[in-house]
Nanobody, 133 residues
């Protein structure tokens, strides 16, 4: 059974850190670009970060650049999202997803490259991140 499972979410104070994990089962992540997306209540799903499989290239939304780091451990079949200096506006459900291309397909917003959720096929169930004092 092909499955992605996110974990690591929770409640954290502003300025705190969390590390999200995205573990794959039933298939290997080696051949996929992986994206992290988030969706807050009443808002559209937005791309947070994505990473290519071929060369490990990474991409970040401007809102998280310098605070979040995406990484992958193919041996563990897991992708991570290290989130530092968290802000209340980071509150959302975070999802990981796979794009069946070795290179992450990206689009230019005018200031940064991002991955679009429509390119991603397999999704996890999401993990809630709440940043609040």
């Amino acid at each position: 059974q092909v499955q992605l499972v996110e974990s690591g979410g929770g409640l954290v104070q502003p300025g705190g850190s969390l590390r999200l994990s995205c573990a794959a089962s039933g298939f290997t992540l080696d051949y996929y670009a992986i994206g992290w997306f988030r969706q807050a209540p009443g808002k559209e799903r937005e791309g947070v970060s994505c990473i290519s499989s071929s060369d490990g290239s990474t991409y970040y939304a401007d809102s998280v650049k310098g605070r979040f780091t995406i990484s992958r451990d193919n041996a563990k079949n897991t992708v991570y999202l290290q989130m530092n200096s968290l802000k209340p506006e980071d509150t959302a459900v975070y999802y990981c997803a796979t794009d069946p291309f070795l290179f992450a397909r990206t689009y230019y917003s005018g200031s940064y490259y991002y991955c679009h959720h429509a390119d991603f096929g397999s999704w996890g169930q999401g993990t809630q991140v709440t940043v609040s004092s």
